[in-house]
């Protein structure tokens, strides 16, 4: 649907925010609960509809760079070389936090996550967001995944709707989520570049924007809530097997429903098995993985049995929430 026709939704959205509600909104990676990140009462509602911690740190989305220095202090170079690079987009930055950001977005850490949502929606919500009233000024909205905490995120409306029924006053409605996995994060916060989540956007396209090279989470990096968890579960068990297992794997499961998220069309004469074949290519994988598994989840199977796709640098960020959702 065009942004156009949504006008008096994005403005009422944006009210909802500057009152202290909560808006679930789309972007191009995955749908966010909003919040106006400057509101620390507006944010603990995050919490609490999610279920979610207290101290998992929120990404703020911005309207544009400007406003960068209102959240993070001692931006360093490399921060707008990737922001010239990819903002609008699906890239979230770690930054030392300006002074005065709430405790309740950082996670109570001395450091802020930003992005600019590369969604004509989210853009339009977050500039009409943005502004000046009754003495406060607004411009920042915290925004989880808009799931309830440890589920799967939502890449649509409807599974926004499905995790939080009428809880949310307001979801606009920007379809399906092109990327379809959560943004890349990359923390700068400490002289370096540290790839704590992988995404759509590969390690090499930020080390080819940065001329360095960029390290992966290790075990120096500070421990951040919620960067590490079994994050993006189905309810039912999911395991990741190879092309050459699956036969055997199914074999063993014989008399029981079982889900099967294959990279190839399905064999003849499957009985009891619903089996999905995903896209071959990584942008198409991804963009219908967190609807796949919704719906394999919602089967009642025995087992999810996902075909693992190639361990590559592109395939990262698909390959890191599989991962997570498996069960071992
Ligand atoms: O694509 C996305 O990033 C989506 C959309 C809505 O923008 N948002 C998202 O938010 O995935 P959430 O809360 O589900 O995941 C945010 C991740 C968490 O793993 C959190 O630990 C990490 O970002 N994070 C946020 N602030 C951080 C900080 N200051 N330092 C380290 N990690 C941080
Ligand atoms: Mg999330």
Request: charged letters at 20%; one cysteine or more.
């Amino acid at each position: 649907m065009p942004p156009s026709s949504n006008q008096s939704e994005i403005a009422r959205a944006a009210a909802i925010l500057r009152a202290g509600g909560l808006a679930a909104f789309p972007t191009e990676t995955v749908y966010g609960l909003g919040a106006d990140a400057s509101n620390p009462e507006a944010v603990a509602k995050i919490f609490a509809a999610k279920g979610r911690p207290q101290d998992h740190p929120l990404i703020v989305h911005l309207a544009d760079a400007a406003s960068l220095p209102q959240w993070a202090e001692k931006i360093p170079p490399a921060a707008h070389k990737l922001a010239a690079a990819f903002w609008p987009g699906p890239l979230t930055l770690i930054l030392k936090c300006a002074p005065g950001v709430p405790a309740c977005v950082t996670g109570g850490q001395d450091t802020v996550g930003v992005r600019i949502p590369g969604h004509p929606l989210a853009l339009e919500l977050l500039k009409a967001f943005a502004g000046h009233s009754g003495g406060r000024s607004y411009s920042g909205v915290a925004a989880p995944s808009a799931n309830k905490f440890g589920r799967i995120s939502p890449t649509s409306a409807a599974h926004v709707r499905a995790d939080f029924g009428d809880a949310l006053e307001l979801v606009l409605d920007g379809g399906e989520c092109a990327v379809g996995i959560e943004s890349s994060i990359v923390d700068l916060s400490r002289g370096r570049a540290v790839l704590l989540r992988p995404g759509q956007i590969t390690t090499a396209q930020i080390a080819a924007v940065l001329g360095v090279e960029v390290e992966s989470h290790d075990a120096a990096a500070p421990r951040v809530p919620g960067a590490l968890d079994s994050h993006y579960a189905p309810h039912t068990p999911l395991y990741l097997v190879s092309a050459a297992e699956l036969p055997a794997r199914m074999a063993g499961l014989r008399g029981q429903k079982l889900a099967v998220l294959a990279r190839a069309e399905a064999p003849s004469g499957l009985k009891d098995v619903f089996w999905q074949a995903a896209p071959r290519a990584v942008e198409g994988y991804a963009h219908e993985l967190y609807a796949s598994l919704r719906r394999l989840d919602a089967l009642g199977c025995a087992e999810i049995l996902v075909e693992a796709p190639p361990a590559v640098p592109e395939w990262q960020g698909v390959n890191d929430r599989l991962m997570r959702a498996s069960s071992g």
